[in-house]
């Protein structure tokens, strides 16, 4: 089964990333890019192998989740979050709607 990308960048990166893998629903797992961490940004990878339950809740915690760190939760921020799913679809969650996440997770 092909996994589904989430590109993390910022200083909240791991912190976030931590997070986003304990939202039910998600099984997966993360590494830290470091070829990215030594330009001065810290960056993951997160590889989701598993959504168990509704994609519309996953999506709905994912950009609650995103809002949450984008606005620096805990002190932590995070610049950007990429998403590539199955398919290779990509979402930028920027401005993305729970139903643009949907999509790419069910891609």
Do not use: C, H, P
């Not at 990308?5 to 200083?11: C, L, N, R, S, Y």
């Not at 893998?21 to 998600?26: A, C, D, Q, V, Y």
């Not at 998403?83 to 679809?89: E, H, K, L, P, S």
């Amino acid at each position: 089964m092909s996994e589904i990308k989430f590109a993390i960048e910022g200083e909240g990166a791991i912190e976030a990333t931590e997070e986003l893998l304990t939202l039910e629903g998600i099984e997966g797992s993360f590494t830290v890019d470091e070829e990215v961490q030594r330009e001065g940004v810290i960056a993951t990878i997160a590889s989701i192998v598993g959504i168990v339950s509704g994609t519309l809740a996953v999506a709905e915690q994912i950009r609650k989740w995103y809002q949450a760190y984008k606005d620096g939760k805990s002190g932590k921020k995070i610049a950007k979050v990429l998403i590539v799913g199955r398919n290779g679809d990509r979402l930028l969650l920027e401005n993305a709607t729970i139903e643009q996440i949907r999509k790419v997770l069910e891609s």
